[in-house]
């Protein structure tokens, strides 16, 4: 060991980060996402086109699953698991809707999976004392997804 490092204490950290910061918005807008590129499938006749939309499309279904299990893993505690009791089967729902649509092209199946991780946002937010309101999504696909109400 170099001197530089001698006589220094260990320390241990109580989560990878503990930054604190957590938003299921970033799933959201994953999910989103894999509701367009299956709308562009479907209309696409390329298959240099098709190919690129799905590429993005199971890049952002892993998204939803990587952002989706940091909050589960990270900010969620007992209590939260207490109070609601759906909170460990609505996520393995949300990782096993996200494997359905990486796997086919079904908008119904993407819908779906929005629908899912908006009652996860819902319940997130209401951990923190903050309402939500959903409302159309002002992006192209005009779906509803949960926005909190920010006073």
Known sequence: MSK????LQTVYAHC???????????AQLAALTIIRMTDLIGASQNPHDIARYTFVKEEHGERCKQ???????DYFK????????ELHGLVHKIM??????RQTNDRTKAVELLQLINRFA?????????????IKSPQKIEEEIVYPVLE
Not at 67 to 73: A, D, F, Q
Not at 78 to 85: D, G, Q, R, W
Request: net charge neutral.
């Open 78 to 85: 007992e209590e939260h698991f207490a109070k609601y009791p």
């Open 122 to 134: 819902e319940i997130f937010w209401e951990t923190k004392g903050v309402k939500t309101k959903r």
């Open 96 to 101: 096993q809707q996200a494997s359905q649509v």
């Open 4 to 7: 530089l490092f001698k006589g």
């Open 67 to 73: 952002e989706i299990r940091v909050i589960w893993g």
């Open 16 to 26: 990878d980060i503990p930054c604190g910061i957590y938003d299921p918005h970033i």
